[in-house]
């Protein structure tokens, strides 16, 4: 079993819709990420938070919103999202991040598979 | 930009036999990492290898940081070995994957 959970599993939103991804680790990680993964392609990297600030933000458009409200908690607020942005969003936590290298182990969440209607 | 490469793009073996992935880097990174993810979208982390040799079961790797290169061994493969195998380095603050070795291991 992962020990990052993302809920929920599977999410069909419309346009207008505002919607939340959850996703929570107790590895004592310090650093979460939001990536997105669409169909037959690689994970690509969204947002990486370190000790509960944002360390980077891969030029995604406002639409997508993260939060992190605690260490071991990270957010994604979405709000009129465009059907494109239909793909698996996962989450991943590592036990440290410093700048200039990721250098623990990431660990990955089970993803949410997004649909935008 | 870095570009990581893996090969083979895909692989079809049957159900015993042995298989080597190769995942190229064209810059020197801070360490690399593999990954499996699963017909059903779960992505496990297999190594966190910056250098040298590393095995898990029937599962080991090496990466040659000096000439940027990771291998990664699979001996008497499963089914359940089928799914996407990344390799992924880290660079800049970010962790770049591959295009990934899609394997299919038959019955």
């Known amino acids: 079993d992962t020990e990052v959970t993302q809920t929920p599993k599977h999410l069909v939103m419309g346009m207008t819709n505002k919607k939340s991804l959850k996703c929570e680790q107790h590895m004592g990680h310090r650093a979460m990420y939001w990536y997105k993964q669409k169909a037959k392609k690689p994970p690509e990297l969204m947002f990486v938070?370190?000790?509960?600030?944002?360390?980077i933000n891969e030029s995604v458009p406002s639409r997508f919103s993260p939060e992190c409200p605690n260490s071991s908690l990270l957010n994604l607020h979405l709000h009129a999202l465009q059907p494109e942005d239909s793909a698996l969003y996962l989450c991943?936590?590592?036990?440290?991040?410093?700048?200039?290298?990721?250098?623990?182990?990431?660990?990955f969440g089970n993803g949410t598979r997004l649909t935008v209607t | 930009g870095i570009q990581v490469e893996q090969s083979p793009p895909d692989l079809i073996l049957q159900e015993g036999a042995n298989s080597t992935l190769r995942c190229n880097f064209s810059d020197s990174v801070n360490n690399l990492q593999w990954f499996h993810q699963n017909p059903w979208g779960q992505l496990i982390n297999l190594f966190y290898?910056?250098?040298g040799t590393k095995q898990n079961g029937r599962l080991s790797a090496t990466t040659v940081a000096t000439e940027r290169y990771s291998l990664l061994y699979i001996s008497s493969s499963q089914t359940t070995d089928s799914g996407v195998y990344f390799c992924a380095v880290a660079l800049g603050g970010k962790l770049i994957f591959g295009q990934g070795t899609e394997l299919s291991v038959k019955p």
């Open positions: 991943a936590s590592s036990q440290d991040y410093v700048e200039g290298g990721v250098n623990s182990p990431l660990h």
């Open positions: 938070y370190s000790y509960e600030k944002l360390s």
């Open positions: 290898i910056p250098s």
